[in-house]
């Protein structure tokens, strides 16, 4: 079994930090491995060459192909945020087959904002509604009804479903599977933001088959904030990129040719890579990460924050607070929501004097851990809560 890892980290061991979900702390390898990138661009920029710019994104690609299962890394693409790859997204609807028999889209009630954004000027172009599938209110009981609720809402009229693993908020875990598959019956495009889940949760793409998988890298994938990761299947491998990077062109790397001005793009979900994607200070960190996460196991670092949080959930209900039931709860994301009239602000400053840092998001205490965290972390948080 997985045992605690916080001395991989560059946490100072005093802290208590279960934010996961908002930002990860970086790997002391990664952290090492991004000086050493920067340090290259900064005091060596002459002994950069053409491959540089290609070799660490394209390990990055092979090693993210396999933490979601997909197959094939020519399917992933290098992104600056979960914006960047559901803009693809919204780029490509117009190309969906039967579009003008289409009504609505379909998002989850209370999604993160880039989820509802990036969709808006997309409706209002192809006429299309937005059906928001509501949070039910029996926090308890509330996974099993808002999954019956969501594949409900999906019909012959859905163009597009948006859907998150688990919520960014209550930490409810919801049926991708049983969710792709209502979309293939019904024609709809699936893209998943993996966001509060990859690379703690385990994600197969050849099950789950969505259209697109969008990931941000600096929260469960430990990597550096500006950087992303988004699968993009085969409905995308023609489609419209949101800008025309000359690295995105098929022989990019032969700098002495460049102004041949090839047309075609590198294979498949390659065209939807952002401008300047080498990042070579940034790109090590996330690659030493995922090389790590890969090692760890991503079942058992879920199964590590499961017993983690588990050990103290009794004492959590025996206080009062409610957070979603165990068939439909995260082990690494829980949404706490707290009796009476606590100020749940106050609160959080509280925490915070005691070096302990969690999130307060729309109406629960969000506390987020990992492999990172050990049991007094939580002995202490719960110590607080109790006294409140």
């Not at 489609?239 to 460049?258: H, V």
Request: with cysteine; proline share 6%; charged share 20%.
């Amino acid at each position: 079994m997985l045992s605690c890892q916080k001395t991989r980290f560059a946490l100072k061991p005093t802290v208590h930090y279960l934010n996961g979900a908002a930002y990860s702390p970086a790997l002391r390898t990664a952290l090492e491995a991004g000086i050493a990138g920067f340090r290259m661009k900064a005091e060596t920029p002459y002994l950069i060459r053409p491959e540089h710019h290609f070799e660490t994104p394209d390990r990055i690609r092979s090693l993210f192909s396999d933490l979601v299962h997909a197959g094939d890394p020519d399917r992933i693409a290098l992104i600056p945020a979960v914006s960047y790859g559901l803009g693809v997204v919204a780029r490509n609807l117009h190309r969906l087959p039967g579009l003008a028999r289409k009504r609505n889209i379909v998002l989850i009630g209370e999604e993160f904002p880039n989820n509802v954004y990036a969709f808006e000027r997309m409706c209002a172009q192809h006429g299309l509604s937005v059906i928001t599938v509501a949070k039910p209110e029996q926090a308890g009981q509330r996974g099993a009804a808002w999954n019956a609720a969501l594949l409900q809402a999906i019909t012959a009229d859905t163009a597009l479903v948006v859907a998150s693993a688990v919520h960014w908020i209550y930490g409810t875990v919801f049926d991708l599977e049983a969710v792709g598959e209502r979309c293939r019956e019904h024609g709809a495009m699936f893209a998943v933001d993996g966001t509060q889940s990859v690379g703690v949760m385990p994600f197969d793409v050849q099950r789950i088959q969505p259209d697109a998988l969008i990931c941000a890298a600096y929260k469960w994938l430990l990597g550096p904030y500006g950087t992303g990761l988004a699968y993009f299947g085969p409905f995308f491998d023609d489609g419209e990129p949101l800008e025309e990077s000359w690295m995105n062109r098929a022989e990019s790397d032969q700098f002495a040719r460049l102004t041949r001005y090839e047309r075609a793009y590198r294979p498949k979900a390659q065209r939807y890579n952002a401008g300047e994607f080498s990042q070579f200070g940034q790109l090590p960190v996330l690659e030493a990460a995922l090389r790590q996460i890969l090692d760890w196991g991503v079942p058992e670092m879920q199964e590590y924050c499961r017993q983690l949080s588990g050990a103290v959930l009794p004492r959590w209900e025996a206080m009062g607070c409610s957070l979603e039931g165990p068939a439909h709860r995260a082990g690494h994301l829980l949404g706490l929501q707290l009796p009476g009239e606590v100020d749940t602000e106050a609160l959080v400053r509280q925490l915070a004097a005691q070096q302990v840092y969690v999130s307060l998001r729309g109406g629960a205490l969000r506390i987020s851990p990992n492999v990172y965290n050990n049991p007094e972390d939580l002995d202490v948080l719960t110590g607080i809560l109790a006294s409140v």
